[in-house]
């Protein structure tokens, strides 16, 4: 890896996997969309390039002379499922075609997602081998991206990662979690029953990406179910609940309630904001599908990823959440 693109640089992941292969000796590259506010960057050593997923054009300039692109962009909320398939799909889709315009095609890993292969059935760890069935617009439009990337396997090597639940310093997707038990001292647990999820800390993740760039399987036509696929966790799952007493323990808390939500409640909340959307411009937070998903068990193995290439996590779960919730608190973020 000398020359590396990565798109979605901007996001939590890439704060971390630009940091990771700076420490590599990689030269860095990262796609930014036209008016992007870059900040973030300028402690950085990286080139930025301009250019839009629905540009083939800008893409093929970018993608230039790189040995290596990480795939991490992709919409993680959206008004409808066109705006979900336009990025995850359609802009997977025109990003590898673009890559197989270079001379030497580069390595291409492409960051999917657990929501992808669908829930677990009754708490048991989904496997690669399994067929996928996502239950939501999402998970529909980041398995449109990995058949996108699959449909060029046979003039670029890829590979594909389905991360668990990511967490990590700068994410803001779990944080609300951090603050409600910070502030509330009740860990929220949607429906009946305490689900079960795979995580895994954004350092571990860059470090599996990087390892799979290296080392990994490579997607093939016509190939058996999974190949080429990786799930990433760093355990083989923990119930919410457990894994709301680590956050509670990091954040100096001897013991946090667990307060049920009804699946009528969910629906309740879900179904105002889903009114928002529909009034207004706002990307919700929370909508129908995230309720409907809220009450799934999302569990993989990392089994695969242990066996060909002996990944593990560098430092235990509750030590991930220790450092975590430090990052929060000296960014004043809790």
Request: proline share 5%; with cysteine.
């Amino acid at each position: 890896m000398k020359r590396v693109l990565i798109t979605g640089g901007s996001g939590f992941i890439g704060f971390h996997l630009i940091q990771r292969l700076q420490r590599e000796g990689c030269d860095i590259r990262c796609l930014v969309r036209t008016g992007s506010v870059t900040n973030q960057f300028k402690t950085f050593d990286i080139e930025l390039c301009y250019g839009e997923l629905a540009d083939f054009d800008s893409l093929i300039r970018v993608v230039k002379d790189c040995d290596t692109v990480f795939h991490l962009a992709g919409k993680v909320r959206a008004r409808n499922k066109q705006e979900f398939e336009k990025t995850n799909h359609f802009g997977t889709k025109n990003m590898v075609n673009a890559a197989t315009q270079n001379s030497v095609p580069p390595v291409f890993i492409y960051v999917s997602s657990l929501a992808a292969a669908g829930p677990s059935n009754h708490g048991q760890p989904k496997y690669e081998t399994d067929i996928p069935h996502p239950i939501s617009a999402y998970g529909k439009s980041k398995l449109g991206g990995e058949k996108a990337v699959a449909a060029v396997s046979d003039r670029m090597p890829c590979s594909i990662i389905r991360p668990g639940i990511v967490f990590g310093e700068a994410d803001r997707m779990n944080l609300e979690l951090f603050r409600t038990i910070n502030r509330l001292n009740i860990c929220p647990i949607p429906g009946i029953c305490d689900k079960i999820y795979s995580w895994i800390h954004a350092a571990d993740l860059t470090e599996l990406l990087i390892t799979v760039a290296k080392y990994g399987e490579r997607i093939m036509l016509d190939s058996p179910v999974g190949t080429g696929i990786y799930f990433a966790a760093d355990n083989g799952g923990i119930h919410l609940s457990e894994a709301g007493q680590e956050i509670a323990h990091a954040l100096g808390k001897q013991r946090i309630r667990t307060i049920r939500c009804l699946p009528i409640t969910l629906f309740t909340v879900s179904t105002f904001y889903e009114l928002l959307k529909w009034f207004t411009e706002m990307n919700s937070p929370y909508d129908w599908a995230k309720a409907w998903e809220s009450l799934h068990h999302w569990r993989c193995s990392p089994e695969k990823a242990q066996q060909q290439l002996g990944f593990s996590p560098l430092v235990p779960f509750s030590e991930r959440i220790d450092q975590t919730t430090r990052w929060y608190r000296e960014h004043h973020w809790l």
